[in-house]
């Protein structure tokens, strides 16, 4: 089935771990995007990057680094996982177009992160 | 802070009655989208719109995008138990470049039967 896929579903972390949420699209999207969901917030954009080899920081991108290999693979670390990273994790892709236009972003299942 | 501010954060209304959610922005927006999440899933788009004063509608759904470019609402006329979840509208911040699309904090809808 076309879409993106998220992994882990879920995962308990112990404080100062290193841990990576990975994120693989089949759509050819050229951009992709992480964000964290917290109740009362919203979503609240960590990295997003516009085409394969090439990303960025967003709203709250400290303690989180990703990478863009490929264009299908967009996956998100955090190198010392702590408390605060505990969040549903959503990894989007889109089409990407010009002008400032993200166009249609679909969404992953979400990952369930809580760091212990 | 936010990039657009949303609101009511809740809402509670009894099946039938009908249901608003508004999306400011302090800057001019050069798109708005709306997006649906239901309990346990995922954000879903819905729609999005450009143009200034746009009107659209989808079914019971009707969205409006500000002449000034700088809010929009979601309008649900008769609302049912299937349209429980989150309403969420975003926004690209002004003069960004093209992937920064940010979230209001939503409008969680309840429906009571």
Redesign the interface.
């Known amino acids: 089935i076309a879409g993106i896929t998220q992994a882990p579903t879920s995962q308990i972390l112990a404080a100062g771990r290193r841990m990576t949420l990975r994120c693989t699209q089949d759509m050819r999207h050229n951009a992709m995007y992480w964000y964290r969901q917290d109740l009362g917030l919203g979503l609240r954009l960590i990295h997003y990057s516009n085409t394969a080899g090439t990303t960025g920081k967003g709203e709250v991108p400290d303690g989180y680094s990703v990478s863009r290999a490929n264009t299908d693979d967009f996956p998100l670390t955090l190198a010392s996982a702590v408390p605060s990273q505990t969040s549903v994790y959503f990894c989007a892709s889109s089409t990407g177009l010009a002008g400032g236009n993200t166009g249609e972003l679909f969404f992953g299942e979400g990952s369930r992160l809580t760091v212990l | 802070g ?1 990039q657009v501010m ?1 609101i009511p ?1 809740y809402q509670h209304v009894q099946e039938g009655e009908d249901f608003t959610t508004y999306c400011n922005s302090s800057t001019t927006l ?2 708005i ?1 709306w ?1 649906k999440q239901r309990p346990g ?5 819905l729609i ?1 719109l ?1 143009k200034s004063g746009e009107v659209k509608k989808q079914k019971r759904l009707t969205f409006q995008f500000g002449e000034a470019k700088k809010n929009s609402s979601l309008h649900i006329t008769a609302t049912q138990t299937t349209d429980v979840g989150t309403y ?1 509208c ?1 926004g ?1 911040r002004r003069g ?11 409008t969680q809808l309840t429906v009571w039967p």
């Open positions: 936010q949303q954060q050069s798109n989208q997006y899933g995922h954000p879903v788009f999005q450009v969420f975003a690209p960004s470049t093209l992937g920064r699309l940010y979230f209001g904090r939503g």
